[in-house]
């Protein structure tokens, strides 16, 4: 079935550093991916998807291309903030019908 | 609009008791998971309706776990005979059900089986 696979954490940065969490997938066709942030104390929110290769992701700072070349989607920012410390996680849908598979998730530690 | 929420935020039970969850979705999302999510890993699923009909259970652990879906908006999980190895937080998810939609989840109940 479908999998993927990102970096473990924790990821330590200081505030306006660059930031990138590897994620690369196995999966049959070309599904849809997605990055889900977890923020301490609260549920999970979906940060970002892209639905075709090539297609690039974005929200509040934050992007990711769909690589179909190298099965990648790796999460970046140009400069984080400390209000991005958080858990992210990489997923897709598992099986027909849409459930997610996620990765282990990536926790951000970012430091004034 | 409202998001998704759950019910109870948490539950503290014994071993061997019966607890329901309650998953309330998006209003006219017709999709709707149910995770498990332990402590420093990703969420995995459990169970999955298109309407009120179960159509993917291969996530649930075994048959003392069991969800249902009776008019196609609140779910409720059920946990019979509750193990320590259940305790974890159980996230709901729903969705409109179309291709390549995000899912949008709840804020999670964490279940505690003393």
């Known amino acids: 079935g479908n999998s993927v696979t990102q970096m473990e954490g924790p990821v330590t940065l200081s505030e306006e550093a660059f930031l990138t969490i590897n994620c690369t997938y196995t999966?049959?066709?070309?599904?849809?991916l997605f990055w889900y942030v977890q923020y301490p104390g609260e549920g999970l929110q979906l940060l970002l998807k892209?639905?075709?290769?090539?297609d690039k992701g974005s929200n509040k700072g934050f992007e990711a291309t769909y690589r179909k070349e190298t099965t990648s989607f790796h999460l970046e920012k140009g400069s984080v903030q400390v209000s991005d410390s958080a858990v992210y996680f990489c997923?897709?849908?598992?099986?027909?019908?849409?459930?997610?598979?996620f990765g282990g998730g990536t926790r951000l530690m970012v430091k004034p | 609009g409202a998001g998704v929420s759950q019910t109870p935020s948490n539950k503290v039970t014994e071993k061997g008791k019966y607890v329901e969850l309650r998953c309330d979705p998006i209003?006219?999302?017709?999709?709707l998971y149910w995770y498990r999510q332990s402590l420093g890993q990703g969420p995995e699923f459990l169970i999955y309706?298109?309407?009120?009909?179960?159509?993917?259970d291969s996530g649930l652990p075994n048959d003392r776990f069991f969800a249902v879906r009776p008019e196609g908006s609140v779910s409720t999980l059920k946990i019979q005979r509750t193990e320590r190895g259940d305790s974890a937080v159980y996230l709901c998810?729903?969705?409109?059900?179309?291709?390549?939609?995000?899912?949008?989840f709840g804020p999670g109940t964490r279940l505690t089986v003393l």
């Open positions: 309706f298109q309407g009120t009909g179960a159509a993917d």
């Open positions: 892209a639905t075709k290769a090539d």
């Open positions: 997923a897709l849908p598992g099986r027909a019908g849409n459930m997610l598979t």
């Open positions: 998810a729903s969705s409109s059900g179309l291709a390549g939609a995000g899912q949008y």
């Open positions: 999966a049959t066709g070309y599904p849809s």
């Open positions: 209003s006219g999302h017709t999709a």
